[in-house]
């Protein structure tokens, strides 16, 4: 049962810029940096976004990343059809001693 | 170049073994932490267990303790992942996921998976 939760998709034509938002608590978001993973269909997760708003290298700069409190949200401007996938944010978590994955989030460009 | 393989899924019945590896290369094994993280069919990413590089130091989500052992070998390069008592709900892919070095907690790399299906 995830602790962080997203929506479960958004949508976007090709172009537009596409919002994601993930929510959590003092325990893991409100006190520690929010990562982003990109899952491609049919592929392991990859590296988006850490340290809340850190690009690693190669990641366009059409994806961008903050943090609010106990929220974080991801962006994804200039959206492409090889955007399409699932987002997860994540965070470690004080209480549970563990990391967190958020619910998911499935990005479809129309 | 990054690599991580790992290899050992299969089907296994209810109240079964099995146990996962991970060869590591290209990176020094020995100096990261290292994860495992599940995703069940069709569901979203879940995460299993963590080791430190001298593998002194192990957690584990509430799913799974007891009944998982999180292991390394860092002469053989390799991460483990032991699993006891399997239920029909421990059905995923199962990554092995290098962490990065710091006080930041999150993984950079992700090895393809490999499947594990509890069923009779």
């Known amino acids: 049962q995830s602790v962080l939760t997203q929506p479960p998709s958004a949508s976007g034509t090709p172009g537009q810029r596409v919002t994601i938002s993930c929510s959590g608590s003092s325990s893991n978001i409100g006190s520690n940096t929010v990562t982003w993973y990109q899952q491609l269909p049919g592929t392991a997760p990859k590296l988006l976004i850490y340290g809340n708003n850190q690009r690693p290298s190669g990641v366009p700069d059409r994806f961008s990343g903050s943090k609010s409190g106990t929220s974080a949200s991801l962006a994804i401007s200039g959206l492409q059809s090889d955007d399409e996938g699932d987002y997860y944010c994540?965070?470690?978590?004080?209480?549970?001693?563990?990391?967190?994955f958020g619910t998911g989030t499935k990005v479809t460009v129309l | 170049e990054v690599q991580m393989l790992e290899s050992g899924g299969g089907l296994v019945q209810p109240g079964g073994s099995l146990r996962l590896s991970c060869a590591a290369s290209g990176f020094t094994f020995s100096t990261y932490a290292m994860s495992w993280v599940r995703q069940a069919p069709g569901k979203g990413l879940e995460w299993v267990s963590g080791?430190?590089?001298?593998?002194?130091?192990?957690n584990y989500a509430d799913s799974v303790k007891g009944r998982f052992t999180i292991s390394r070998d860092n002469s053989k390069n390799t991460l483990y992942l032991q699993m006891n008592s399997l239920r029909a709900e421990d059905t995923a892919v199962y990554y092995c996921a290098k962490r990065v070095s710091g006080r930041y907690y999150y993984f950079d790399y992700w090895g393809q998976g490999t499947l594990v299906t509890v069923s009779s």
């Open positions: 994540a965070a470690w978590d004080d209480s549970l001693n563990g990391y967190v």
């Open positions: 080791i430190n590089i001298s593998g002194g130091s192990t």
